[in-house]
């Protein structure tokens, strides 16, 4: 039997941001570099700060950057690798055209003519089939102000409601918590605040693999005495070094924070005098999880009722705290329930809003936290404003120097814009930055709803999956391509700078966006001469909603190392940590730290639903989905660096020996997974670190391997967050007969 491929004796060498600081400097000798630019990480949220080394306009390596306070010079093995891009043979440069007789089926294109074609197919759709028949799905891997672009541009150049972007399978469910319970979708508070806690609480989330820099944090915690606490059906790098371990079975959260609050409340381990002054409804909740005492939750959750009591003891008596969460909690067709449950403990306990005290959802993509404020979401407009409210609308066409009437309605999630391509309702498609034949559940049903489409356009550096069945390709830009700012994973407004510039045809994606819009005669409002523009019009449109950028500049960015929002004036340092006592805020204005017009948070009830499909008889298992340490999302960038293929380079089917056994697999055998949407055949890879009634695939690969074709495209009626976190397959070793 094997180990998974990290284990505590070599951690460090796998996600030891130390070792990144001295590789760094290795990389360093040899070739001089013209310059070094200092900027940030391309792919998660953590967005660490590294210096980009160049010779000739080629990224040549990187060196530590120790002035950025998030990660003082650390790096993962993504960032350590990810100047080996940009020098790709498969890199973009030039516009391509679908043509079956040529080789790999495109043909170079001319990029004012790939304009001209994209721009007439988009007037020939909405001219036959209406406006909303053209949509658009943008991605939160841009820049801030693209993003902002991506919502304007889809609603005034192409007057489409249909746009939404691939934060739909990411932030979604966290970002509807939040507003629920607190008005306003921001982590709670600086990750500083971490290692002055004294328990940390980590939900789903496998911090060590995916936010590398975060066990930093968490480690410095440990070493100041606090106890950590984690809830995974996996033992993970980050579970193996805690203090109490909850081997929760997947898509019973809920269940859980029900469970600890009911212990809290019968031992009086609440904060009363913080739930008078600065909640409601905690009555009804209270009332609620009365039924949820350690015996029904340790059925429902699979964990072992002493483990219940422990974790509630620890959370109930501390004195300060932190409550992490990620996507393990939150991809389930109930995951707004569980991040209420689990914002609801946070408020039982009064512990938010001051140092040491902290509550977050950590954020996925590079801009996952900016690319779900500006505007390109389905029901969004700037600052985070709401799509349907008569106010916000007026606001920002007064912005956009438009009626608001001419601003379109809210669109579907990017799901149902597949449904809707199916249905013969949506016949043409512009994407950047989003792989959706990858990372959309049921992904069978995504290829097919491909094929109908009249007119596919897709903006990327990479012809990734999705993009093989373009008509026409147009190659945007690499991340040190372009400048802008987003916010990561703790609200702090950072710089991207430009470090190269695009190659041949290449182009920074915001012209090539304004590029379609002039030909679609829309001028007006598409003229930013640079991304530096588009903010200055982003501060104003932000100006008074949740996300109020007003108070930002590049300027101030760069002086203070990045800015927290809100920042509601250029005198106004930006907010470090939310809801302290006595902060302001845009809607509560002065009465109280909550962002609702009382100024206090809401307790929600959360009650308890199992996930849309169940295990029984014909498939038995219960399969996960999610990550590993050396590949990103769909994995179209990290499939082509080599060193990170070499660490990890076909998807693995990870399975206890108890369930091995039953069906006679042993490691590195080849697994048939089936579920009621598809079958693939995975290698085994048998690992003592999973619950026996769980198998868990990670879903960075394509075609074959690709097991987004078994999961299910069920999704939480809030958030519209798809299930990807359960579903129910069967395994059988070997092959199956008729492949
Ligand atoms: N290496 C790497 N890092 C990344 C990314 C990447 O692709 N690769 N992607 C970035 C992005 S966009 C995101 S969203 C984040 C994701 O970061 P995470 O959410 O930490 O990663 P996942 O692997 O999706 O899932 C986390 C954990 O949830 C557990 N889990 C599964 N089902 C359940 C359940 O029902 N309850 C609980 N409590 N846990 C469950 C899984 O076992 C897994 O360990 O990572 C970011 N960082
Ligand atoms: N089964 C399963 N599926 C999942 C998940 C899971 O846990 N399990 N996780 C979900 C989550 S949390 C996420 S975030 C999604 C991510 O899913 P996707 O967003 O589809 O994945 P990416 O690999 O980020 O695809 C983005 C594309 O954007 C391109 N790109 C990156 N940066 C830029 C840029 O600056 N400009 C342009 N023009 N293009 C750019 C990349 O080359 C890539 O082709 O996957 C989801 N899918
Ligand atoms: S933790 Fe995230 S941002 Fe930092 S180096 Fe790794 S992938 Fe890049
Ligand atoms: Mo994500």
Not at 481 to 508: F, L, S, T, W, Y
Not at 635 to 651: A, C, F, M
Not at 702 to 731: H, W
Request: charged share 25%; net charge neutral; hydrophobic share 35%.
């Amino acid at each position: 039997m094997a180990t998974l491929p990290v284990s505590l004796e070599n951690i460090t060498e796998h996600f030891g941001p130390h070792l990144a600081r001295s590789l760094g400097n290795r990389l360093a000798t040899g070739v001089e570099p013209d310059k070094t630019v200092a900027t940030h990480c391309c792919f998660c949220g953590m967005q660490c700060g590294i210096h980009l080394k160049v010779k000739d306009n080629q990224v040549i390596g990187f060196e530590p950057r120790e002035d950025f306070p998030f990660n003082r010079g650390m790096l993962c093995p993504k960032g350590v690798k990810r100047y080996l891009q940009g020098a790709h043979p498969d890199r973009l440069v030039t516009a391509l055209e679908r043509d079956p007789n040529s080789p790999g089926g495109f043909r170079p294109m001319e990029y004012e003519k790939a304009l001209d074609r994209v721009a007439a197919e988009i007037k020939r759709i909405q001219e036959k089939y209406g406006r909303d028949a053209f949509a658009v799905l943008s991605g939160a891997s841009l820049t801030s102000e693209k993003t902002y672009l991506m919502g304007k541009f889809a609603r005034l150049a192409l007057k489409t409601a249909n746009i939404d972007y691939n934060g739909r399978l990411c932030m979604v469910s966290a970002g509807a918590g939040n507003k629920k319970a607190f008005g306003v979708d921001r982590a709670a508070n600086p990750w500083s605040d971490i290692p002055k806690a004294e328990v940390i609480w980590i939900s789903g989330s496998n911090v060590a693999e995916c936010f590398p820099i975060t066990t930093d944090y968490v480690w410095q915690a440990r070493e100041n005495g606090a106890k950590i606490i984690v809830v995974d059906p996996r033992i993970t790098p980050i579970a193996r070094t805690c203090n109490l371990f909850l081997p929760v079975k997947p898509g019973r959260d809920i269940a859980l924070f029900n469970g600890i609050l009911h212990l809290m409340i019968e031992n009086d381990w609440l904060d009363h005098r913080f739930i008078e002054q600065h909640t409601v409804g905690f009555e009804a909740l209270a009332e609620h999880v009365s039924q949820w005492n350690p015996k029904r939750t340790s059925d429902v959750t699979g964990i072992a009722e002493k483990s219940i009591r422990q974790a509630a003891e620890w959370w109930g008596t501390a004195k300060s705290s932190f409550l992490m969460h990620a996507r393990g909690i939150e991809h389930h067709s109930h995951g707004v329930q569980n991040v209420l449950g689990a914002i609801n403990i946070v408020l039982a306990s009064g512990r938010i809003g001051r140092e040491g005290c902290g509550y977050a959802t950590i954020t996925g993509q590079g801009n996952g936290q900016g690319g779900r404020e500006h505007g390109q979401k389905c029901d969004q407009l700037p600052g985070g404003r709401d799509i349907s409210n008569p106010d916000h609308r007026a606001y920002v066409a007064k912005v956009w120097g438009v009626e608001a009437d001419e601003i379109p309605k809210a669109g579907v999630d990017a799901y149902e814009i597949f449904r809707e391509i199916d249905r013969g309702n949506i016949h043409g498609l512009l994407s950047i930055c989003f792989n959706p034949k990858v990372s959309l559940p049921d992904s069978d049903f995504i290829t097919r709803a491909l094929e109908k489409l009249d007119f596919y356009v897709a903006i990327d550096f990479f012809l990734n999956e999705t993009a093989h069945h373009a008509d026409v390709v147009l190659p945007g830009s690499l991340h040190e391509e372009d400048e802008g700012v987003v916010a990561q994973v703790e609200g702090r407004v950072i710089r991207i700078n430009k470090v190269v510039e695009p190659p041949g045809d290449a182009r920074a994606d915001w012209t090539i966006i304004q590029d379609i819009a002039h030909r679609l005669d829309c001028r007006k409002g598409f003229s930013f001469a640079n991304p530096g523009e588009i903010f200055e019009e982003l501060r104003v449109a932000s100006k008074g909603g949740t996300c109020d950028y007003s108070g930002i500049t590049y300027e101030k960015i760069e002086k203070q190392n990045g800015v927290f929002w809100p920042c509601p004036s250029e005198d106004h340092p930006g907010t470090l940590r939310m809801f302290e006592p006595g902060s302001w805020n845009p809607i509560a204005k002065g009465a109280g730290p909550f962002y609702f017009p009382d100024g206090k948070a809401r307790f929600n009830v959360a009650p308890y639903t199992p996930p849309t499909e169940d295990v029984d008889a014909d498939y038995p298992v219960i399969l996960t989905t999610g990550r590993v340490v050396s590949h990103f999302l769909s994995g179209s960038q990290t499939r082509r660096i080599g060193p990170l293929v070499d660490q990890y380079s076909e998807p693995r089917l990870e399975l206890h020996p108890k369930l091995a056994e039953k069906y006679g697999i042993s490691d590195g055998d080849q697994v048939t997974v089936e579920s009621r949407r598809s079958s693939i055949q995975l290698p085994a890879h048998v690992v003592t670190t999973i619950r026996p009634d769980t198998v868990f695939v990670p879903y960075h690969w394509a075609g074959r391997q690709s097991i987004n074709r078994l999961t299910i495209s069920a999704q939480d009626p809030i958030s519209k967050i798809p299930e990807y976190k359960v579903c129910a397959v069967r395994i059988k070793k070997g092959l199956r007969t008729e492949d």
